[in-house]
Antibody
Framework: EVHLLESGGGLVQPGGSLRLSCAAS????????MSWVRQAPGKGLEWVST????????YYADSVKGRFTVSRDNFKNTLYLQMNSLRAEDTAIYYC?????????????WGPGTLVTVSS | DIVMTQSPDSLAVSLGERATINCKSS????????????LAWYQQKLGQPPKLLIY???TRESGVPDRFSGSGSGTDFTLTISSLQAEDVAVYYC?????????FGGGTKVEIK
């Protein structure tokens, strides 16, 4: 059974940085693209970023491009999201999600999420 | 960007009755070369992450009860719960994976009447 567990969330001041991690188990991690999806309090789902299994293809939402960097360590089965220049509007639960494979970016497994709060 | 528009925003249905949720994309998500609609549906219960229900617009994910069904093609899609159960209270989202950026609908909240 696949399990995903995010960590690294917390309270950060505007302009600050935070690094999220997503530990994966129960799968051949390098075979799957992984994504970050966020949800502002009381709001809907917003795709943030996707990284291919080999880490050769990277995609970002315009709202985070140039500020966030996604990466992965396929030996540690871990996905990362480095978030810089954080803004109040980045406040959200951040979920990591596994795609189904073969380059089709819908998600069959999600972590419980980690809350990021950007506030002074 | 493909904009996904869901309707209604919320609906209240009696137990055992049918619930219908609509999702419209701003451009077609039907890929002609394989005749597949790049559209998924998720269920999110309060305090939980989303759960995949349907992909390719009408293929039910393993373990999803058969009262959930998806239909539609091109730009217009529907998620139907044929006989609403108490455990189906949730917010439902559609998502297109036809192109980057991946986009979700705004969500439809389903409650018991």
């Amino acid at each position: 059974e696949v399990h995903l567990l995010e960590s690294g969330g917390g309270l950060v001041q505007p302009g600050g940085s935070l690094r999220l991690s997503c530990a994966a188990s129960g799968l051949t991690f390098s075979s799957y693209a992984m994504s970050w999806v966020r949800q502002a309090p009381g709001k809907g789902l917003e795709w943030v970023s996707t990284l291919s299994g080999s880490a050769t293809s990277t995609y970002y939402a315009d709202s985070v491009k140039g500020r966030f960097t996604v990466s992965r360590d396929n030996f540690k089965n871990t996905l990362y999201l480095q978030m810089n220049s954080l803004r109040a509007e980045d406040t959200a639960i951040y979920y990591c999600a596994k795609d189904i494979g073969s380059g089709y970016y819908y998600f069959d497994c999600w972590g419980p999420g980690t809350l990021v709060t950007v506030s002074s | 960007d493909i904009v996904m528009t869901q309707s209604p925003d919320s609906l209240a249905v009696s137990l055992g009755e049918r619930a219908t949720i609509n999702c419209k994309s701003s451009q077609s998500v039907l890929y002609n070369s394989n005749n597949k609609n790049y559209l998924a549906w998720y269920q999110q219960k309060l305090g939980q992450p989303p759960k995949l229900l349907i992909y390719w617009a009408s293929t039910r994910e393993s373990g999803v009860p058969d009262r959930f069904s998806g239909s539609g093609s091109g730009t217009d899609f529907t998620l139907t719960i044929s006989s609403l159960q108490a455990e189906d209270v949730a917010v439902y989202y559609c998502q297109q994976y036809y192109s980057i950026p991946l986009t979700f609908g705004g969500g439809t909240k389903v409650e018991i009447k």
